[in-house]
């Protein structure tokens, strides 16, 4: 008897096992717990799929304060840096399927284009600013940008004084190669170097593979007046060149170590104060705020084009919301009104654009810079400069990573570039070319093929 | 009492046998069909037939990561297996403190692959550094790197093996034979290791199989650079699926090359030693 009592526990502790694996799928999404139940009357819910990890806590809050104010359901899930279409595709599987989800631009819709809601005439899109923040399948509107971004040579003031230069100092690539050379020459007496690490760890390589290499292609398009290619030329990749010796070789470590070098090593390298510049975005404002708001300024990234002295900040969105087509009709139309909520209310839109306090919970909103008519003014001093650039009629630097045709793309010019940071001769440049030419032609055939 | 587990048999049976459908079976089939198709998310899929086999076999990645993968196997399972096997002789000699050798030598395998990489990296790295070189420049440096890792990681694993095969060999046997006069390697190679096989043949099947098998160490320790040289089958796998869009499908055709590769070496491999383990 003793024995069977024993052995119908150890069933009893397996089948429990069991059953919480099974449940703990479905308690995932976290936050925004609905009081009233299953949503309201209507039957609509939202389940957002958030790309950006440093923005969870506001999602969550803002998911939450709608709940309260409408009673409709919000669910926002936040994926693990870089985990993005991983999460995505497993998540759109399940019966309960994001609601509200985010491409990267033309190359990531091209994967999810059969699940775009067409936006068009939807009260969200009547709220852009412009249209060409908007992401187009042809005549249908597939996605919305929801924020702005900008990125350039962060720089820290002070030291770029105490260097004996200013930021007018810096008007072209010449001028750049001739202050940084400068600095790395006069390294020991500075104590400080030109650049940070350029590191090409994988928390850090998209800043020269994808970022930097935006510039060339930028710069091919406007001279072949296109916006997308399936063969890139590479007209400008001796300029990339140009720039990217200029980084390794004025940073703050050996060419060599750079594949080891990751993200957080920059960063550290600049706040301090170890380094002048630090090729990076408005979005790593909280990372850089400690120089304080004075000491930071922002310089195009110059790589020696004709005309380059009209050159502003590299501005645009990879941050486009989509709606799930093949949600129910309640959920689209609960989606569409939470989206139209966030850009257009005043607790929406001040937790998107606001920084410090501006959340009711007192926490700092997003910071974005939003291309709805609702934006408000940023307190990140980055965004200001940014837009101060528009304002002295400096011409922006559009966002044309977003056509670069795969993830295999940037990687291989990405361990190109690292080796040949290594190796610095003209054998090792080819393997960056032959990557970028050869391998935009080759991956652009076998993600059409 | 049998009658008991006669009648409850499928309160025993039923929660594993759920489990193992739901985690393993129901995937394994969705995934062969899966090979076939091109789908963006796995419950939306289109038949597509063969494309994506032949697109597999076409990657010259995919063919370099095959033998990159099978020398790996081949060198890791030699090196885990001598060192384990060497260590477990000279831990079941009568010294003091074994206890305490046999413990410390098998907590590398307490420790995530993950983590493992990681750590490994930083100590590569260190040492390369004074060199004005890195791991990841170099395809060899991943591969022995890798070596380094899973042999620290394993080698206490396949000792706790060995030892418990040692142990069980009885004294007798070991005494005969000396008392005929065999000397040292003789009875190591003619009554212990023969004596071993059921043991060898479990450690070098699961050292193959993981040196195969072998992810979350090499997108630690390399991430497959340079360039990919340095990708093994299982990551290159996984980047396939990931790395392309409408490449899903090859992702998944070359996963199941994978399956029945692994599963035809290892089949091979447990026929080889058995037939050379030896009664009692």
């Known amino acids: 008897m003793k024995k069977r009592l024993f052995a119908l526990a150890l069933t009893g502790v397996m089948t429990v096992g069991l059953l919480a694996g099974c449940g703990g799928g479905d308690t995932t999404p976290s936050g925004g717990s609905s009081p009233s139940g299953n949503g309201d009357a209507t039957g609509g819910k939202v389940y957002y799929l958030n790309f950006k990890p440093e923005q969870d806590a506001q999602w969550q809050e803002l998911a939450e304060l709608y709940t309260q104010e409408t009673g409709v359901e919000v669910t926002v899930l936040t994926a693990a840096s870089g985990n993005y279409e991983t999460t995505l595709k497993s998540e759109m599987a399940k019966t309960d399927a994001p609601t509200l989800f985010q491409v990267n631009g033309p190359v990531g819709l091209a994967a999810w284009k059969d699940y775009c809601y067409d936006l068009t005439g939807s009260k969200v899109a009547g709220e852009l600013s412009s249209d060409e923040f908007a992401l187009m399948d042809g005549d249908k509107m597939a996605g919305i940008g929801y924020v702005i971004e900008t990125y350039g040579i962060i720089y820290n003031k002070a030291l770029l004084e105490q260097a004996g230069y200013t930021a007018d100092d810096i008007k072209s690539f010449d001028d750049l190669k001739k202050v940084a050379e400068d600095i790395t020459a006069r390294k020991d007496e500075l104590g400080f170097s030109a650049f940070t690490s350029a590191g090409m760890d994988g928390s850090s390589d998209w800043r020269f593979k994808t970022h930097l290499a935006n510039l060339p292609i930028y710069y091919e398009y406007k001279a072949d007046g296109i916006d997308n290619t399936d063969a890139i030329k590479g007209t400008y990749l001796d300029n990339y060149r140009q720039i990217w010796d200029l980084y390794i070789n004025n940073a703050t470590c050996e060419p060599a170590l750079l594949s080891t070098k990751t993200g957080d090593d920059a960063v550290a390298e600049f706040v301090t104060g170890q380094a002048v510049f630090y090729q990076n975005g408005t979005w790593a404002y909280n990372d850089v705020a400690e120089l304080g708001d004075d000491n930071l300024g922002m310089l195009p990234i110059y790589i020696g084009v004709e005309g380059e002295d009209k050159q502003g900040l590299c501005t645009g969105t990879e941050n486009y919301w989509c709606v799930n087509a093949k949600a129910s009709e309640a959920d689209i139309q609960a989606t569409l009104d939470f989206m139209y909520w966030c850009v257009s209310s005043e607790t929406g839109t001040k937790a998107m654009c606001g920084g410090e306090g501006a959340m009711p919970s007192g926490q700092a909103g997003m910071g974005f810079v939003i291309p709805f008519k609702g934006n408000l003014e940023s307190t990140n001093p980055l965004v200001n400069i940014g837009n101060q650039y528009v304002a002295d009629g400096y011409e922006s630097v559009s966002w044309n990573f977003s056509t670069m045709p795969s993830e295999e793309w940037k990687n291989g010019v990405g361990s190109a570039l690292t080796a040949y940071a290594a190796d610095q001769t003209d054998e090792k440049w080819d393997a960056v070319v032959s990557a970028f030419v050869d391998g935009w032609a080759s991956e652009a055939a076998a993600v059409n093929g | ?280």
Not at chain 2, 5 to 13: E, G, S, V
Not at chain 2, 36 to 46: G, K, N, R
Not at chain 2, 161 to 178: F, H, N, R, T
């Open chain 2, 1 to 280: 009492m049998e009658k008991a587990i006669k009648r409850y048999f499928p309160i025993f049976l039923l929660p594993t046998l759920i489990a193992f459908t739901i985690g393993f079976i129901v995937p394994f089939i969705m995934g062969i069909w899966l090979s076939f198709c091109e789908f963006t998310t796995v419950t939306d899929a289109t038949f597509v037939g063969l494309s994506n086999y032949i697109k597999a076999f076409q990657d010259p990645i995919f063919l370099h990561s095959f033998w990159y993968t099978a020398l790996f196997a081949v060198v890791s399972l030699v090196v885990i297996n001598v060192i384990a096997f060497a260590i477990a002789l000279a831990l079941t000699q009568k010294l003091r403190g074994t206890n305490i050798f046999r413990t410390v030598f098998f907590m590398p395998n307490l420790i995530g692959g993950i983590v493992l990489g990681y750590i490994w990296q930083l100590i590569f790295n260190g040492l390369l550094a004074p060199m004005a070189t890195a791991l990841n420049l170099n395809e060899w440096y991943g591969f022995w790197g890798l070596i380094i890792l899973v042999a620290w990681q394993q080698i206490g694993y396949m000792m706790i093996i060995y030892i418990a095969g040692l142990q069980s060999i009885p004294g007798d046997v070991m005494e005969a034979a000396a008392i005929d006069g065999a000397s040292g390697p003789q009875r190591l190679f003619k009554v212990t290791i023969p004596m071993m096989m059921p043991s060898i043949t479990i450690c070098t099947f699961l050292s193959v199989v993981n040196g195969f098998k072998l992810f979350d160490q090499n997108l630690s320790l390399t991430a497959g650079e340079p360039s990919k040289m340095s990708e093994m089958l299982a990551l290159n796998i996984y980047n396939t699926f990931y790395g392309r869009t409408g490449w899903e499908g090859v992702g998944q055709a070359k996963a199941v090359v994978f399956f029945i590769l692994v599963v035809a070496i290892g089949l091979i491999q447990l026929k080889a030693t058995r037939s050379k383990e030896v009664q009692q």
